[in-house]
């Protein structure tokens, strides 16, 4: 399965768990079995598979922090959990005393701090008005930064006494704040804004509340009679409503608050504020203004001692108490002694809010905005209005020195210690709290310059040029200031150098090299404009930039210097990022050295430390969209239409590809290698003997001499049957191992060209291996006989799963390789030994092989593999010295050839990888994600639609094609809205934009409405008196220049889509509206309007759209709420928490469950200590929680943690994300197993729902969750509802498996089973014959599916007799006839559920007691004979007793 991420946009990883379908023709031996093997991590990933958001990478290569002295982080897996142990000491209790309340006991740890507490007891719920207190131990008050292991005296049963401690102005607006919020805490509407990294979560609306407890409840009633299981129309198959209002369902909360729960009418600051000096004597620190429920009037003044009333009013200021004043030490307090109604409310208010489930409330790392929001009324709020005009970002303005140093504090927290695991911890707590609080200042700054409140450090210049500084972030717009990119596309080149410059800094981040420093950088989107926002090197605005750089050039190339210390430093970088450290030429013709590309500026701020920016050329350049003359490109490039012009010169390769390429030049390094070793052998002893006996694939023999050329080599292996399963095994040496930034693909199963002679290479182990590839190395393009190109390279090949740190490989499949090419296990250690020891004790011979395949793969050393790249080659304005001449051309060769590895391995790639389902992108984001999980960028988007066109099985792809028309063309438009906003207004001048939101309708309505003349409707100025207005009806305010957005047709606006589809993605549309396209591509309208809003930054109106009237525009203005910034930002990792992950997902997949599970809890607790306690990570690792309490049989606890899985996913990655889907499905699974019918029925109906507005109900995974709602409902008798959802789910599965799969058989079945509940025995007859047919033809008649298919047939053959009988009897004899009682049942929940967990990839297998000492021993035999390095093949054919068989584990086979 394939984990689906991205690092811009946290994404997690789509756990399929619809099961892999067995390719057409598998042998039998292949069957539940063996499918353990496949989905080891028991979450539908092969446990190489990383569960992460952008990639575990992180497990990293951490041989370059050593080289910084960054410690062992690797270090073996025991010391790791010895050094867990130490920091998980055992909680204890401590009793917490607080005025007016009884003594209460809290549970705490001793790592926490006093400060924590303060935090727990300011969210219970009769705590949670006091902000101003401190807690103190036997009358010594406690410091606040302390951790409570170090307080003296407090132990078990220790009593802290809360003691109120007087205001200070902070404390009293703290307060103040704190007041509001809770008043606020049910409020949705700043979710709907998103602020303060608020989102929405909607599963409460579906589970009533917390699951846990329902779920109690609901069991001593559960009579079925209560159910009601009709869906809503709309979410019936077949249906082509597609409503937008139950997106965001109304939760029964807000109501509550929305109107009669309100405790206060107005909470503001009082317009006597400040206080005056004498008052000031007398301890009022501020004045408040407040409205209560009652309609009173008053006025607070906050003082040292607390809050009173004073005698003020509007218009008259009396500062004196008020008679009787209500003193009070909390703002609560006393205004529930001032108005009943607040007393009555403020309570019903806090215990909703304490019920509520605590990730419905926790803030999320970073902002997520909704695309969709009802109108919500806008109330009087003080501390909003507060926020607005002050540069408040979060509680920071309260810290010393008012504005934070960002810089400082983004280098200082990487410059911590990093020695053992609590240190690491507190390094990367801290760098992914400083980054995410600098993504939201960034954010927030950026918008604040577009909307004109920021001052430019360059007033005089013209807009375009300005720059800006706010809140110690320096912000420049996304145009070509001063032709600096004259000659690499100008603006196009100006708007693509951020994210190009934004990857680099995640890339050397990864590396994390001590000493050597980035900058936090984000890219913010917002109408139309692209901003980037840097922390500031200190010192760099005083002097001019060429005194400053002292590496590398600021002019393209011309003038070049170097420093000792910068190739010091970026020569540790260079390995892990596949830089090639050259010479160029500088102005003078001299040759300076450099180990990054030209662009890359050096330099060393006024703290000392050595800063590199401009990292935009990171990697290097895209041949296949750079022309240059004279340069002519691969035969696979060529023949695909390469190379071509592109908007601008800055296109690369991704880090994924590269490091792609690098694993799949290794495999072919290995195989010549191999096979030359193979020669040497067959000459000293009889020839052919030895080819013969080894089964060497004689084609690939006189490939050898041809070493200049390893694509002849690749192709002719690939005559040969092996097809090197998981080739990485073996294919990891210090110089592939590497960082990035990408997930891991998992392996797919080995296709070969021939019919396979044996079994054992055919079937789909899919054992993850050390970066799990499979590769054949041909460069097959498609044609009629090769349905699929052979290549199934998988993909950015990370390290994970198995320590390969320091090059050594503990694969499970360590010997697979070596038994398909004779040799290569000399191979791999002749290579090491060289690699080791200079290569002086190996005889001539050896070396030379080495030589010769060194050469062959373009290896930059002649004794090891080892691929680098240089970046500046083809850099306009770049020279290269003479005598680099020849590695210069092999460097252009390997441009080459990586980019024709693009698109002759990694494009047939993923498209087989959606073939055989491991990939299943469901809309634009995760379409994205799988190109670039494959290092495939964006543009080569058209490329692929084109290829899946030509495929011969393009019926089975027709999602993967939809959703790739529909992000093409969603694209296009986001270009084309991009360069219309921003004619509309600019920046500097009075920005006019009373305008915007008719003319972000306009374009809507142009994009998506079937209205043929949509014409804008100019806003009627709202400023003008009736008089004049007569004059000026049809005027924009503004004038007329910014009115050329009004004249936009739909007709033009589709004409650019065509045009920029084909500039830009080489895609030829063929439509000329809105209606073509969704009649020609099959799209949906509301799809559209959500990749389209969701790509802009829209935020639209939740109501229904009437998109296909012909008589009025779909869209208003008084639709398109607002518009979201959309942002780009660095994700820092928790690097020792994955490494448990990994280790947990490897336990698991050796059936060790329990020990599994702990290691699992354990990354949990890593996770939460570095993220907090939202994140795509700690998601993923929930989910699996899930899954293995599932297995282990604990339903309740499986059941908690999936419900927090779905609330982080819908908080974190947005309510109809695709993820949630997956939640939801498993969430709807477990609530079945506990019981909870219903709302595992409301829960499957919600994932169909979402599914049906994100991509329609053409998809593969639609027919798993119809078979899994088909299932529920059958298991709740209404037989004719379940069988349109099976029978849906039946035509789904033969589209896009074929109707011989396996899948399609167990779709049969299931439709029969319902006939047989309804009595119609001769439909249940038909279907289950066609699934026996299935059965019997895929895995023979001995097969134990075959067997029980035959059983049940007979089963249904004597009840459909014997229900003839009857009728017979009954027209015989009429009414006297003796009718004997036919057996018609209702399924049994147990026989529902296995079935429920059979769809979902999970199987259970009794054990008996001496099963499991069998399985123990065969346990230990197996890592025996692993260490002593057989293959694991010739293990399973050694004994029938597969491993996995007896563990009830996650399968992936039906």
């Known amino acids: 399965m394939v984990s689906k991420t991205d690092d811009i946009q946290a994404s997690v990883p789509n756990c399929n768990v619809n099961t892999v379908d067995l390719a057409e023709g598998e042998t039998p031996d292949h069957q539940e079995t063996k499918a353990p093997n496949k989905d080891p991590c028991a979450c539908g990933h092969s446990a190489s598979t990383v569960v992460m958001n952008g990639g575990g990478a992180h497990y990293h290569s951490e041989e370059e922090s050593k080289q910084d002295g960054g410690g062992d982080t690797d270090g073996v897996e025991d010391s790791n959990e010895q050094e867990v142990i130490v920091i998980q000491d055992t909680g204890f209790t401590v009793k917490i005393q607080a005025p007016g309340t009884e003594p209460f006991d809290l549970q705490v740890s ?45 132990q078990e049963g220790s009593l802290l006494k809360v003691v109120e401690e007087p205001y200070t102005v902070r404390e009293a607006r703290i307060h103040v704040r704190h007041i509001r919020d809770l008043l606020k805490s049910l409020d949705p509407s700043d979710a709907y804004n998103g602020v303060d990294c608020n989102s929405l979560s909607f599963l409460s609306v579906f589970t009533d509340g917390d699951l846990g407890d329902s779920g109690k409840r609901k069991k001593k009633g559960s009579d079925l009679e209560q159910i009601d299981c009709t869906p809503p129309e709309h979410i019936l198959p077949g249906s082509k409503e597609r409503p937008l209002v139950p997106l965001q369902p109304q939760n029964k909360d807000w109501k509550v608050i929305m109107t009669p729960m309100q405790c ?32 009173r009037h008053i006025s607070i003044t906050a003082s040292t001692r607390g809050f009173y009333l004073n005698q003020s009013t509007t218009y008259t200021f009396n500062p004196k108490p008020a008679n009787p004043s209500f003193l009070s030490h909390s703002l609560v307090e006393l205004l529930s002694q001032i108005s009943p109604a607040f007393k009555k409310n ?136 001063r032709d600096h990119y004259r000659e690499l596309g100008g603006d196009a080149a100006a708007h693509a150098a951020p994210t190009n410059d934004l990857n680099g800094v995640r890339a050397y981040g990864a590396v994390d090299v001590e000493g050597l420093y980035t900058l936090g950088t984000v890219v913010v989107d917002y109408r139309g404009y692209r901003v980037t926002a840097q922390s500031i090197i200190p010192g760099i605005l005083e002097r001019e930039q060429e005194q400053s750089v002292i590496y590398g050039s600021i002019d393209f190339g011309k003038t070049v210097v170097s420093h000792g210390k910068y190739l010091e430093l970026l020569e540790r970088t260079s390995r892990p990022l596949k830089v090639q450290r050259h010479n160029v030429l500088n102005e003078k013709d001299e040759s300076v050295e450099l180990c990054s590309s030209v ?106 001499p041809s070493t200049e050329n390893p694509d002849a080599l690749a192709k002719s292996s690939e005559t040969s049957t092996e097809t090197l399963t998981d080739g990485k095994s073996n294919a990891v040496q210090i110089e592939t191992t590497s960082t990035t930034d990408a997930p891991q693909p998992a392996a797919t199963e080995a296709t070969t060209t021939e019919a396979a002679p044996k079994a054992e290479q055919t079937t789909e182990t899919n054992i993850p291996s050390a970066a799990a590839t499979t590769m054949t190395a041909s460069q097959a393009t498609p044609t009629e006989d090769n349905v699929v190109p052979t290549v199934t390279t998988n993909g950015p090949l990370v390290p994970v799963a198995t320590a390969i740190q320091n090059g050594e490989c503990e694969s499970p499949l360590d010997g697979k390789a070596e038994d398909s090419i004779p040799g290569l296990a000399q191979a791999k250690e002749l290579a090491e030994s060289l690699a080791a020891e200079d290569g002086s004790g190996i005889d001539p011979k050896s070396r030379e092989v080495v030589l010769n395949a060194c050469k062959a793969v373009g290896s930059i050393s002649n004794t090891s593999f080892d691929i680098r790249f240089n970046p500046d080659i083809f850099s306009p304005g770049v020279r290269f ?21 693009l698109v002759s391995c990694q494009i047939p790639s993923l498209v087989k990888d959606c073939l055989d389902h491991s990939a299943l992108p469901m809309d634009g984001a995760t379409l994205t994600e799988a190109l670039h999980q494959r290092g495939i960028n964006v543009r080569y988007l058209g490329n692929v639609l084109e290829f899946v066109d030509k495929t011969p099985a393009k019926a089975q792809l027709e999602h993967f ?75 924009v305010p503004g004038g007329g220049d910014n009115t050329a957005w009004a004249s936009l047709t739909p007709s033009e606006l589709w004409k650019n889509i065509v045009s920029e589809a084909q500039s830009y993605y080489n895609f030829t549309l063929h439509c000329e509206n809105a209606d073509q396209v969704v009649e020609k591509y099959g799209l949906q309208k509301i799809t559209l309007l959500r990749e389209i809003s969701i790509k802009a930054g829209i935020q639209i109106l939740i109501k229904e759209y009437n998109f296909d009237s012909r008589h009025k525009p779909a869209f208003t203005e008084e639709d398109i709420l607002n518009i979201f910034p959309v942002v780009k930002h660095v ?30 809890n354990e990354a949990l607790n890593l996770f939460n200590n570095v993220y907090g306690a939202m994140h795509v990570e700690i998601c993923a690792c929930l989910r699996l929680l899930a899954r293995l309490n599932y297995i282990m049989g604990d339903h309740h ?199 429920l967990n059979i769809i979902n990839g999970i199987i259970f297998i009794p054990l008996s007691q001496k099963d499991l000492e069998n399985l123990k021993a065969e346990v230990q035999r197996r890592q025996q004979l692993q260490e002593s390095g057989k293959s694991m093949e010739e293990l399973t054919v050694d004994g029938p007793l597969e491993l996995e068989d007896k563990i009830p584990m996650d399968v992936n086979v039906d």
């Open 599 to 704: 662009e890359c500026k050096g330099i060393i701020g006024n703290d000392g430390r050595h800063y590199i920016l401009d990292l935009l050329r990171t990697f290097p350049p895209d041949l296949n969209f750079l022309p240059v003359e004279g340069e002519e490109l691969s035969p696979e490039s060529v023949r695909q239409g390469f190379p071509r012009q592109h908007r601008h010169r800055l296109a690369c390769l991704r880090q994924e590809l590269i490091e792609a390429f690098v694993e799949h030049r290794y495999l072919l390094f290995m195989k010549m290698a191999a096979l030359q070793l193979m020669q040497q052998k067959a000459n000293k002893e009889s020839k052919m003997a030895t080819l013969t006996e080894n089964n060497s694939p004689e084609a690939a023999v006189p490939a050898l």
């Open 881 to 901: 010295p003479e005598d680099s001449v020849d590695d210069i051309q092999k460097q252009k060769q390997l441009l080459k050839d990586a980019a024709a590895f």
């Open 264 to 295: 206060l009418k107005v909470l503001t600051m009082s317009g006597w504020n400040p206080p005056p000096g004498n008052r000031k004597m007398h301890g009022d620190l501020m004045y408040l203004y407040m409205v209560t429920v009652e309609e």
């Open 110 to 154: 001793p790592q926490e701090m006093v400060q924590e507490i303060h935090q727990v007891l300011m969210d219970r719920e009769d705590t949670c008005h006091r902000t101003c207190f401190s807690l103190q131990l036997d009358g010594n008050v406690l410091d606040n930064f302390a951790e409570l292991k170090s307080i003296e005296g407090l």
């Open 961 to 1035: 094609y939809r959703i790739g028309i529909s992000e093409l063309i969603t694209r296009c438009a986001k270009h084309i809205f991009k360069t219309y906003l921003q004619t509309m207004y600019s920046i500097s001048q009075g920005v006019e934009l009373s305008a915007l939101s008719a003319a972000v309708s306009h374009f809507l309505n142009c994009f998506l409405s079937s209205f043929p003349d949509a014409v804008a409707h100019l806003p009627a100025d709202e400023l003008v008196s009736r008089r004049k207005n007569r004059k000026r009806r049809n005027r």
């Open 346 to 481: 403020f309570t019903v208010l806090q215990k909703t809010r304490v019920q509520r489930h605590p990730f419905e409330r926790i803030a999320t790392p970073f902002q997520v905005y909704s695309w969709t929001a009802p109108q919500v009324d806008h109330t009087m709020d003080c501390v909003r209005a507060e926020d607005a005009y002050t540069s408040r970002l979060g509680y920071e303005e309260h810290i010393p020195g008012q504005t934070r140093d960002w810089n400082e504090e983004l280098q200082t927290t990487r410059e911590l210690a990093r020695k053992n695991l609590p240190e690491r911890l507190l390094r990367e707590r801290a760098i992914f709290k400083v980054h995410s609080d600098f993504a939201a200042a960034a954010t927030r700054g950026s918008m604040a310059v577009i909307d004109g409140n920021v001052m430019a450090i360059n007033p005089g210049e013209e807009t375009r040029m300005q720059m800006f500084i706010w809140n110690n972030i320096f912000f420049s717009l996304g145009f070509d200031v």
């Open 1131 to 1160: 994700n820092p990792k928790a690097s020792d928490a994955f490494h448990f992950f990994q280790s947990g997902q490897a336990k698991v997949q050796q059936g060790y469950l329990k020990e599994g599970c702990e290691l699992i």
């Open 1197 to 1395: 606890e499986a059941l908690s943690n999936q419900q927090k899985a779905v609330l982080m996913s819908e908080r974190v990655l947005g309510v109809e994300h695709p993820n949630t889907i997956q939640e939801y499905m498993h969430l709807a699974l477990y609530c079945f197993a506990n019981g909870q019918l219903s709302t595992a029925l409301k829960l499957l109906y919600r994932a169909r729902y979402l599914m049906l507005m994100v991509c329609g109900e053409d998809h593969p995974e639609m027919a798993l969750l119809d078979s899994n709602i088909g299932l529920v409902l059958h298991g709740v008798m209404e037989y004719d509802l379940s069988l349109r959802f099976l029978e849906n789910a039946l035509a789904i599965n033969s589209k896009y498996h074929g109707p011989r799969s396996l899948k399609v058989a167990l779709s049969h079945h299931l439709v029969a089973r319902v006939y047989e509940s309804k009595a119609e025995f001769r439909s249940a007859l038909q279907h289950e014959k066609e699934g026996y047919t299935i059965y019997k033809n895929q895995v023979g008649e001995a097969h134990e599916k075959t067997k029980e298919s035959s059983e049940y047939l007979k089963y249904l053959t004597q009840q459909a007799v014997a229900l003839q009988r009857t009728m017979n009897e009954i027209y015989k004899n009429g009414s006297n006839a003796s009718i004997m009682p036919l057996k018609f049942t209702a399924p049994s929940m147990a026989s529902v559920l296995e079935q």
